[in-house]
C-alpha cells in the first residue's frame, strides 16, 4: 500500500494529509504563519514541526502542490534541481503563492532526501485550453516575452469535482460536459467537457473572474490607470487594493460569505448589494460557459462557499430554467454530496466536497509508479 504525504503551503497556512492508500492517517491545517503574533514564523518552520510530528515509517513519495507551471508543466513531475529552479522562475507569475510552495519542497527534500518528491500544478488541469481562450488581445512580441497568457488555477480542484461529479451521476467522465464552480476565499469557474479543460476565469493570476472574498475578479484595467494617474497610488498600492482590499472584503468590510448572508438577512444594503454582485457575476459564466460547451450535463458547487451557502447556489442560478438549470430549494438545503436539481431536469445541478489534498496524492502516486 502506497504511503503519500501531501502538502499544500498556501500564503498564510500550510494544509498536510498523510494517506495510507486511500485512507487519511494523518491531517491538519496551520495557520497564520508568518503572521505577527500568529503562528510560525514561517513556512519553513510550520513544515519542519509538521514532518517532526507525523510518522513517515514507509512513506512512498510526497506531493506538493504548486500553484504556477506556467507553459513549462502541464503534468505532475518528479521533482529534481532542475524542476526546482524552473519553479523559482515562476515566481513572477505567481509571487504570493509559488515562493510558500517552494519553501515546503525544499524542507521536505532536505528532510527526506530518499523519499521521492511530486509536483502537481494548480495550472496543469488547464493545459487543454484552446488557444482561443487561454489568448489574450495584446500585441503577440510583448505577451510572448513576458509569458503573458490565460493559465488558470484550481486546476486540481476542479479536475477532482469533474471526476467525482461523472461518478455521482454514473456517466463516463469522457463524454459529460460540466460547469465546475469553486467558490471559496478565492473563486473559479470551469468548463469541462470531457474531461478537458476548455474555459475557466482566472487568468494569469488568479485575480481575473469571479468576485472572491479579497479579491475583485474581473474589472475594467482603465480603473488601474486612473488610479494611479488621479489617485497617484504606486503599483503595489493597486495590487494590495486588488488582492486584499477588494472583492466581498471591499463591499462589506467582511471577507467571510457567512457574515455577509447574515447581515444581508438582517437587513444590511452593503451586505445585500454584495451579495448580487457576486452571484450575478457567477450567473454570466454559467450562461457564456453554457454557450461555449454547446451542451451541459451537470453545473456543480464546490469549496467552503459552494457547498455551505444554499442561498448563494439558489440565486446564482435564479432565472436559468430556459437552459434546463433550475434548483430544488429541499434539496438545496441539505448537506453532502447530492444532487440539488429537481427530478428530471435537464442539467443536473451537483454539490461536492472538494479534496484537491486527494487530488495531489492520486498524482503523486502516478508520477512514482511511472518512474519505477
Known amino acids: 500500500m502506497s504511503r503519500v504525504l501531501v502538502l499544500n503551503c498556501g500564503s498564510s497556512s500550510v494544509k498536510y494529509r498523510l494517506y495510507d492508500g486511500d485512507d487519511v492517517r494523518?491531517?491538519?491545517?496551520?495557520e497564520r504563519v508568518g503572521e505577527p503574533g500568529g503562528g510560525p514564523a514561517d513556512h519553513e518552520t510550520a513544515v519542519r514541526q509538521i514532518l517532526a510530528d507525523l510518522d513517515l515509517t514507509g512513506l512512498t513519495a510526497v506531493g506538493h502542490r504548486v500553484v504556477h507551471g506556467g507553459k513549462r508543466f502541464g503534468e505532475p513531475v518528479r521533482i529534481d534541481d532542475a524542476v526546482l529552479a524552473a519553479i523559482r522562475d515562476l515566481v513572477p507569475l505567481a509571487p504570493l503563492h509559488n515562493p510558500p510552495n517552494l519553501a515546503g519542497i525544499e524542507v521536505a527534500r532536505d528532510a527526506l532526501?530518499?523519499?521521492?518528491?511530486?509536483?502537481?500544478?494548480?495550472?496543469?488541469?488547464?493545459?487543454?485550453l484552446p488557444e482561443a481562450a487561454a489568448t489574450y488581445a495584446i500585441d503577440r512580441d510583448t505577451a510572448e516575452r513576458y509569458g503573458i497568457r490565460r493559465y488558470g488555477f484550481h486546476g486540481t480542484s476542479h479536475a477532482y469535482v469533474s471526476r467525482r461529479t461523472a461518478e455521482l451521476l454514473d456517466r463516463p467522465y469522457d463524454t459529460i460536459n460540466t460547469i465546475t464552480l469553486h467558490l471559496g476565499n478565492g473563486a473559479s469557474a470551469c468548463a469541462v467537457a470531457g474531461g478537458r479543460s476548455v474555459a475557466t476565469s482566472m487568468g494569469m493570476s488568479p485575480l481575473e473572474g469571479l468576485v472572491m472574498g479579497t479579491r475583485s475578479g474581473d474589472i475594467d484595467p482603465t480603473v488601474i490607470f486612473h488610479l494611479r494617474r488621479e489617485g497617484s497610488l504606486s503599483v503595489d498600492d493597486i495590487d494590495n487594493l486588488l488582492n486584499h482590499r477588494s472583492g466581498l472584503l471591499g463591499l462589506t468590510g467582511a471577507n467571510d460569505m457567512r457574515e455577509v448572508l447574515d447581515r444581508r438577512a438582517a437587513g444590511d444594503p452593503?451586505?445585500?448589494?454584495?451579495?448580487?454582485v457576486y452571484c450575478r457575476r457567477i450567473t454570466g459564466y454559467v450562461g457564456a460557459y453554457y454557450a461555449l460547451l454547446g451542451r451541459v450535463d451537470a453545473v456543480t458547487f464546490t469549496a467552503g462557499v459552494g457547498e455551505h451557502a444554499a442561498p448563494v447556489r439558489a440565486a446564482a442560478l435564479a432565472g436559468l430554467d430556459r437552459l434546463g438549470i433550475a434548483?430544488?430549494?429541499?434539496?438545496?438545503?441539505?448537506?453532502?454530496?447530492?444532487?440539488?436539481?429537481?427530478?428530471?431536469?435537464?442539467?443536473?445541478?451537483?454539490?461536492?466536497?472538494?479534496?484537491e489534498e486527494r487530488e495531489i496524492a492520486r498524482a503523486a502516486r502516478q508520477v512514482v509508479a511511472g518512474a519505477s
Open 327 to 355: 434548483v430544488d430549494p429541499e434539496r438545496n438545503a441539505g448537506e453532502g454530496d447530492r444532487v440539488i436539481s429537481p427530478d428530471g431536469a435537464e442539467v443536473a445541478v451537483c454539490v461536492i466536497g472538494t479534496d
Open 270 to 276: 452593503a451586505a445585500a448589494l454584495a451579495f448580487d
Open 113 to 128: 532526501p530518499d523519499v521521492p518528491q511530486v509536483a502537481v500544478f494548480d495550472t496543469a488541469f488547464h493545459r487543454t
Open 26 to 30: 494523518a491531517k491538519g491545517t496551520v
